[in-house]
């Protein structure tokens, strides 16, 4: 059957994108998995890879054409299948987006006298659900660790799914908030999301703000509630100076956040200083956590590219920022003009650069990564994920080799052909890999 190819949701406010080029022409034997095209976004720029294997069949959105999420940009057709025109118009007609709407949900009320606690487990750490309780939440998509039980001993029944999956919150649209310290610093954060799966908490690395999660986002707030956040002393947030900007610091904070924000065991993913940030707080609090995703991540080895080092004891603006992403990403083409003004921009922000390099001289020093930002993988007791971009220049991989072996329980997921950064440069492999990690999370 011929598979229509849409246009994919980059970021959480991504509406269209603009066809940059083609990889292959029309009547070209594709397999799935294999570039066809390149995508602008305001974000970034990527290749979209083929959903199937077969023919490409037609081209329906030239070169520099704009179009919508969901929208339609080319067929393939299935090997040795046959499209006769007509068909080929209808499927492309009704590719085009439309309208959706959601039902309208509220909390069902619980039947009087049983109150909602939440779910026992056995032995072996397995939610306690009735066969119709586990079988409806696969179908919702709902994790039964975060559904409240109102079945005799703890049991989860159907109708507690139910609830669950019209629990959500009113406005689940993205949006940006700010929240304060005990120290009256204050933080930017972007929310989004009101799934039923676990929370997901954002921390991004050195001189990067919550930005630099915008392209997987889009993919993950169907199904959980996220939280980026511009770590202090990067993007919008509190920059004085004399704060606290070791790895222990900015754990400390990020800990403050998620109990302001009320987050039930949240997983967290840190990418680059990020990373080691959320180690920290894995090691410190094990209960607060379900769960930690490492991307590219320090804290796990002593080296550390001496161009970073070097880059952060310069003058902050274009040449600085330009000379990062160009670390950062194997493919030239991501750095973008826009990007390059958007980091010097924040660079320049009263404040800014000294906050920022205050975090690097307490992390890293001349091409070596210090002892505050070590943890010992050992210590931390929550599953979890590594993803790596094999051609990283900033972090060897064999940090990731080492690192998968000390963690009392770990995973590793090499991305190829990408840098620094896979968040950006393979942001769906990214997006599907956080997706299965926190589904395995629950039984």
């Known amino acids: 059957m011929a598979t229509v190819v849409k246009m994919p949701k980059w970021g959480l406010t991504m509406t269209a994108g603009t066809v940059t080029g083609w990889l292959c022409a029309e009547g070209a034997e594709i397999a799935a998995g294999d570039p ?73 009320a619980v039947g009087a006298g049983r109150s909602a606690r939440a779910a026992s487990r056995d032995d072996s750490g397995r939610v306690n659900a009735s066969p119709a309780a586990r079988r409806r939440a696969g179908e919702l998509g709902i994790e039964l660790a975060t559904v409240e039980a109102t079945g005799p001993d703890g049991r989860i029944t159907s109708d507690d799914v139910e609830r669950a999956a019209a ?80 790895a222990t610091g900015l754990a400390i904070a990020v800990t403050e956040v998620i109990g302001l924000l009320e987050l039930t065991r949240p997983i967290l993913i840190g990418h680059s200083l990020g990373g080691a940030v959320a180690m920290r707080i894995a090691a410190d609090k094990p209960s607060l956590l379900i769960g930690l995703v490492l991307i590219n991540s320090a804290g796990l080895g002593a080296e550390i590219s001496p161009e970073l080092t070097r880059l952060m004891a310069s003058e902050p603006g274009p040449e600085t920022a330009r000379g990062l992403l160009e670390l950062y990403y194997e493919d030239s083409k991501l750095v973008l003009d826009r990007g390059v003004q958007e980091m010097a921009q924040m660079q320049l ?30 210590s931390v007791l929550v599953p979890v994920q590594i993803v790596w971009g094999e051609l990283d220049r900033v972090i060897p991989s064999e940090h990731a080799l080492a690192a998968v072996r000390a963690f009392p329980d770990a995973t590793l997921a090499f991305v190829s052909g990408v840098g620094h950064v896979p968040q950006v440069e393979a942001a769906a492999r990214t997006a599907t890999l956080i997706k299965r990690f926190a589904r395995s999370l629950f039984g």
């Open 167 to 246: 629990a959500v919150t009113a406005d689940p649209a993205p949006r940006e908030e700010r929240v304060t310290l005990g120290d009256g610093r204050e933080l930017n954060l972007l929310l989004a999301g009101s799934g039923a799966g676990a929370p997901l908490v954002f921390l991004h690395g050195l001189g990067g703000s919550q930005s630099t999660w915008q392209v997987v986002l889009g993919e993950l707030a169907d199904s959980h509630r996220v939280v980026a956040i511009d770590l202090p002393g990067h993007g919008t947030s509190d920059r004085r100076a004399g704060a606290d900007y070791t």
């Open 349 to 378: 922000a009263e404040g800014a650069w000294s906050a920022q390099k205050a975090v690097a001289s307490a992390a890293f020093r001349e091409g070596s990564q210090s002892e505050s930002v070590a943890v010992d993988p050992a």
């Open 36 to 108: 066809i095209f390149t995508v602008e976004t305001e974000k970034a720029v990527n290749d979209v890879e083929a959903p199937s294997n077969g023919i490409l069949l037609k081209i329906v959105a030239v070169e520099g054409s704009e179009v919508l999420v969901s929208g339609p940009v080319a067929v393939i057709a299935a090997p040795g299948e046959t499209v006769s025109d007509d068909e080929l118009s209808t499927l492309i007609a009704e590719a085009s987006p439309s309208g959706k709407t959601t039902a309208p949900g509220g909390r069902t």
